[in-house]
């Protein structure tokens, strides 16, 4: 009987193992820097892919693209970009936690997605926000957990990312649904106010810059995919 076949080549038990032993590898990173990580599993692969909408679809079937990922974590957003760029496109793939940035390093050379981007991916261990502002992008792909971080610290951030995006490029970021109602109920008061805050500072983002955003519902927990594009 053929093999069944996942939309990126067989679902063998050995990527099945991968995909368990990033979980493992995530969840105890979470338990030990849930603030910086601000989810106890990886991403969805409907999520990677929601999120790579823009290297997917570009104007210019031939042009090629630089891409920026922000808390590349395991890898898992990484996979949905690897399979959605073409040949001339390259990405810096930005992570702050050394553990998982050694661990994407490694996946460049073994996991048999990632590796067919190695020659034009690399991995940066540090915080995105120390990058600099020396490279210019088509594309960023944030995984930040924005509501987890201070307003101050989100508009730090964005204000970096429409620094080094190109003029007409996109800026695709993620964010849980329902978070702060759920804040709402069971945070103190102070954090409650504090992710409010800043989720008001994204939402202005998307008012001002927004062109689509989607509900991607398979993901754990369910998340908001927002796209915004910097005017040219
Ligand atoms: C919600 S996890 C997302 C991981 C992965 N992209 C995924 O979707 O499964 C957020 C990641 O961002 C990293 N991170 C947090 N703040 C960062 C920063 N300022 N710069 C770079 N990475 C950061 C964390 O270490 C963590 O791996």
Redesign the pocket.
């Known amino acids: 009987m053929a093999e069944p076949q996942s939309p990126t080549g067989p679902l063998t038990a050995l990527r099945l193992d991968d995909r368990l032993r990033?979980t493992k590898l995530?969840f105890t990173?979470?338990v030990r820097?849930f603030h910086?990580?601000?989810?106890v599993?990886?991403?969805s692969r409907a999520?990677?892919d929601a999120?790579a909408e823009y290297v997917r679809e570009r104007p210019d079937p031939g042009q090629a693209l630089r891409i920026l990922?922000?808390?590349?974590?395991?890898?898992?957003?990484?996979r949905g970009i690897a399979a959605a760029m073409g040949p001339k496109d390259t990405a810096d793939l930005?992570?702050?936690?050394p553990r998982?940035a050694a661990h994407v390093e490694d996946l460049l050379g073994s996991d048999p997605e990632l590796s067919a981007i190695a020659d034009r991916a690399t991995v940066h261990a540090?915080?995105?926000?120390?990058m600099g502002t020396d490279q210019a992008y088509d594309v960023i792909i944030s995984?930040?957990?924005f509501a987890?971080?201070t307003a101050e610290?989100v508009g730090e951030?964005l204000d970096h990312y429409f620094t080094v995006l190109r003029p007409g490029g996109t800026l695709s970021f993620?964010g849980y649904l329902y978070t702060k109602e759920v804040k709402a109920v069971i945070a103190r008061r102070e954090d409650y106010l504090r992710q409010a805050r800043a989720s008001w500072l994204v939402q202005d983002w998307i008012d001002r810059y927004g062109i689509r955003s989607e509900r991607v519902w398979a993901n754990v927990p369910p998340a908001w995919v927002h796209h915004l594009r910097k005017p040219a």
Do not use: K, W
């Not at 910086?36 to 989810?39: K, N, Y």
């Not at 990922?69 to 990484?78: D, H, K, L, P, V």
């Open positions: 990033d995530f990173q979470a820097t910086a990580t601000g989810s599993v990886p991403s999520l990677a999120l990922e922000a808390g590349a974590g395991t890898g898992a957003i990484t930005v992570e702050a936690n998982f540090m915080l995105v926000n120390d995984g930040l957990p987890n971080f610290q951030i993620y």
